[in-house]
């Protein structure tokens, strides 16, 4: 399976793929030339809009369908459109969005259309409840959906603490830090499910616990391992597979649980480091084989914040575990 970018005439990351009316929908963040230094808070991915990409084979030609929605089309955020998700249900499609809101704390919205490539028509204001980055939407069997989100450092999931039953923003936890030393647990990813028109939680907002192989919580200072940031949820075999990037280590890892809340048990990883500072990813089934989404760097010489999407196939093993397939 070839690696080449798969859109060459924009940059574009953070692959979420779907499979809508028998053709793969590409949901990308879309990378723009910036002169914002590189930081660790991540103010050089300065993303204003959206398009939507379409291939009705994995080799074929890939369409894009143009931009479906821009920062100015969304009233409640200030900047950086960042990795958006996609899901169907109702006859509708839902397009998941994190931003900055006008207090400069990430949100995450939704906007709505008839059609999979849009355009999308964004709601007033942001989920409430919702918070940190790098949404991922997930339709189970039974028709129940759920919302994972959550990334640290500039994603600002460390900022977000418990008091009295409800998430708090603290601002002086911005930036690069989280939870380190001896005993220290690493931060969980979040999870709530949506409600039926899908356009807002119906639960509160819970941690997703990813567990070691003697059921303990990934350790803060395990940073092969712990999560970062690249929430997905996928579902094969009757199970239910959450994928993420470890982040610093560049690494996307995959655990395996009973239930879509968890708790997941650690299985590995899928993909090594890619040329470039992030890994994103999506997964999914298309002509009865299975397929990793993902960017890298590669087309702008490994400028960090200009990446490119591209795929491979991956498969399955007898326990459940997941290769590349070369």
């Known amino acids: 399976m070839s690696t080449f970018p798969l859109i060459n005439h924009i ?16 949901y990308p963040s879309h990378d723009r030339e910036t002169d914002i230094q590189f930081n660790d808070n991540g103010d ?3 993303m204003v809009d959206y398009h939507v990409f379409s291939m009705e084979s994995i080799s074929g030609p890939v369409t894009d369908h143009g931009v479906v929605l821009s920062l100015t089309d969304v009233p409640w955020a200030s900047k950086q459109l960042w990795a958006p998700d996609a899901a169907t249900k109702n006859g509708k499609y839902y397009l998941y969005l994190p931003a900055r809101d006008y ?18 028509r964004a709601e007033k204001s942001f989920i409430p409840g919702s918070y940190s980055i790098d949404p991922a939407s997930f339709v189970d069997e039974d ?3 759920y919302l994972y989100f959550g990334g640290i450092w500039g994603g600002q999931l460390q900022c977000w603490l418990k008091d009295g039953g409800e998430w708090v923003f603290d601002p002086a936890r911005i930036g690069p830090q989280e939870p380190s030393g001896p005993g220290q647990i690493a931060l969980h990813p979040r999870v709530a499910q949506l409600r039926g028109d899908m356009l807002g939680f119906e639960t509160p907002v819970r941690e997703l616990e990813i567990l070691d192989e003697n059921g303990s919580p990934i350790q803060a200072d395990d940073h092969e391992r ?8 996928h579902k094969y075999n009757g ?8 982040g610093d280590t560049h690494y996307i890892a995959y655990a395996v649980g009973e239930s879509p ?13 890619v040329l470039g500072w992030t890994t994103h990813h999506s997964i999914v089934e298309f002509g009865g084989r299975w397929w990793i989404f993902f960017h890298d760097c590669e087309l ?3 400028v960090n914040h200009l990446r490119s999407v591209k795929v491979r196939e991956i498969g399955y093993d007898v326990t459940g575990g997941i290769s590349l397939v070369d």
């Open 143 to 145: 028709g129940t959906a």
């Open 103 to 120: 207090d400069g704390v990430f949100r995450i919205g939704v906007a709505v259309a008839e059609r999979p490539e849009g355009p999308f």
């Open 226 to 233: 712990r999560f970062f940031e690249a929430s997905w949820m």
């Open 11 to 26: 940059y574009t990351a953070d692959p979420s793929a779907h499979v809508f009316n028998n053709k793969i929908y590409i």
């Open 261 to 273: 809340w968890g708790p997941f048990r650690y299985r590995g990883r899928i993909l090594e480091p």
């Open 300 to 302: 702008s010489k490994g």
């Open 239 to 246: 199970k239910y597979y959450f994928s993420y990037s470890t």
């Open 44 to 46: 050089q991915y300065d």
